[in-house]
């Protein structure tokens, strides 16, 4: 009697992912372009209509920046005073906060300094900090009357965040970035925002983005802001093959 033994080979893996985390890994990275560079033939050109190099107030160096930019505006008592009063303003009208605009939240002298500081974003150096909100003597309603308030007099479009609210269908345009671990269902939590983990740079949904601060942290609590004009420049003038890469079609998971 004879006896025979197959074997099935084993089916060759799909590509996957690359081995890439959220948190960066310099040592990988560095692994990634070295195998890159020897098994690929990598462009050295910029794609068509692409700058060589971009130039303007949103090119800047965090180390130099503060010699020639104050990105602090502090609000003073008599435009904390007018913001009160388009917080009463609004409040009478018994509206919900969706309908929180530059009509409904009336800023008459303000307006024209947040007008200047959108040109900052649109135009100057891409961002700036608002202080003086004296946020201990308002109810949470109406630090967000106030916060969406004024962001309506800088850009009136707002993005929407969410399509969930309390499990329903909702357009949801403001967050609330706080520590959920200890009270949401593991695994519910998709980003670290909601976590007292740390946050890799990145960029959120739509062209402007703005937080509006609560409390102080305990410990850490700080944000770090990067120039992307700069960031291309670099990209373009040592990896103009990523400039291929970041310009193409991008599948995105929503």
Do not use: C
């Not at 130039?55 to 502090?74: F, H, M, P, S």
């Not at 949904?205 to 120039?227: M, N, R, W």
């Amino acid at each position: 009697m004879a006896a025979a033994t197959f074997f099935t080979p084993a089916a060759v893996a799909p590509p996957g992912q690359p081995d890439i985390a959220y948190a960066p890994d310099f040592g990988k990275y560095q692994a990634r372009v070295e195998r890159r560079q020897k098994t690929e033939t990598l462009s050295k050109q910029l794609p068509p209509g692409f700058p060589t190099e971009l130039k303007g107030d949103l090119v800047w160096d965090g180390r130099t920046l503060a010699e020639t930019y104050n990105w602090t505006y502090t609000l003073n008592a008599d435009q904390l005073a007018e913001v009160d009063r388009a917080v009463t303003h609004f409040k009478s009208l018994g509206l919900s906060l969706g309908h929180i605009s530059p009509d409904t939240f009336p800023l008459p002298t303000l307006r024209a300094e947040l007008r200047r500081l959108s040109g900052e974003l649109h135009h100057g150096h891409g961002f700036f900090v608002l202080r003086g909100l004296r946020v201990d003597e308002h109810t949470r309603e109406e630090n967000g009357i106030a916060y969406i308030g004024i962001s309506s007099h800088i850009a009136p479009v707002r993005g929407r965040q969410d399509a969930k609210f309390d499990g329903r269908p909702a357009d949801v345009v403001l967050t609330h970035i706080k520590d959920l671990s200890a009270t949401a269902q593991k695994g519910a939590i998709g980003s670290p925002a909601y976590t007292t983990d740390k946050q890799v740079f990145h960029t959120d949904s739509g062209d402007i983005v703005s937080l509006f601060a609560l409390e102080t942290a305990a410990e850490g609590g700080a944000s770090k802001l990067a120039s992307t004009w700069k960031v291309y420049n670099e990209i373009a003038r040592s990896r103009p093959d990523l400039i291929h890469t970041l310009s193409a079609n991008w599948d995105v998971e929503l």
